[in-house]
């Protein structure tokens, strides 16, 4: 890999059907990724982590603050 600051100055010219420019341009978005980011990283064999889990799990993390909370409610209006 090359240094922080090297500007990336080669291109690389890839034809795809529309329908394969779609699924690479959905499953970047998934990652969280340019298609450039997300085909440099796949083409380099590292593993893509979506950001939908992390998603995921702070809207679990805030449901489960919303429920405290009401149960919080509960426990003050039955005293």
Known sequence: MGDAKEKRRHHLRVPVLQEERQIIERQAKQAGMSVARYLREV???YPINGIVDDEQVRELA?????????GGLLK????
Request: overall charge positive.
């Open 43 to 45: 083409g380099q064999g």
């Open 62 to 70: 805030r449901i489960n603050g919303d429920l405290g909370r009401l």
């Open 76 to 79: 003050l209006w039955l005293t």
